[in-house]
């Protein structure tokens, strides 16, 4: 599935991501594209991709844009396709990340047993705290089948369209996203 729907992405995407690419290189006339070593699936290290956000230690006019509506993540196609990440699941970690939140030890080795995803729950509810991140991450790894997934890829194309803030504050208001973020229970299919 991850491939199918990464290949249709990189298809479909292809004219926006040619668009973003010259936007980022009209504001500052550097490369629109980004690399770091991210940690994935059982540690190992991989070269994520993105859209280059900031110039300078600043975030560009564009980036702040990209990174309100998620689309700076849309070259992570090409890390699926590669096998590196998946459509959804925990955000994927640098081993500063890791140091920072004190996830190095082996109690903590849940949290690579699966791959990274381009989205995830912890992503979409913006985690407060390495501690709710993780607790949402826990969820989705123990609750991942594919209709979770659809709602999840379902709520970052939303995202794409209207921005985090807008989504995450009506998410707020489904008590359903709110009780799966705190309970650790399943977020409710259909929106009541």
Known sequence: ??????????????????????AIWLEDR?????????????????????FRTME???????GRWLRNTGLDELLQF?????????????????????????????????????????????QIGGGRSGRHSARLDRLYLRRQSALLDIWIIGLSFLI????KSTVRLWL????????AAVCNKAPASSVE
């Open 30 to 50: 550097h490369s629109p594209f980004f690399t770091q070593t991210r940690i994935g699936l059982a540690r190992r290290t991989f070269r994520i991709l993105k």
């Open 56 to 62: 300078r230690g600043a975030v560009t006019r564009v």
């Open 160 to 163: 794409n369209i209207v921005g």
């Open 78 to 122: 090409v890390n699926v396709l590669r096998g590196e990440m998946s459509i959804v699941g925990p955000r994927p970690l640098t081993a500063e990340d890791i140091v920072r939140l004190d996830w190095s030890s082996d109690r903590h080795n849940w949290r690579f047993a699966g791959k990274p995803g381009i989205t995830g729950i912890a």
């Open 172 to 179: 707020r208001s489904v008590s359903g996203f709110r009780r």
């Open 1 to 22: 599935m991850d491939v199918a729907f990464a290949l249709l992405a990189c298809i479909g995407f292809a004219p926006a991501v040619a668009i973003i690419a010259l």
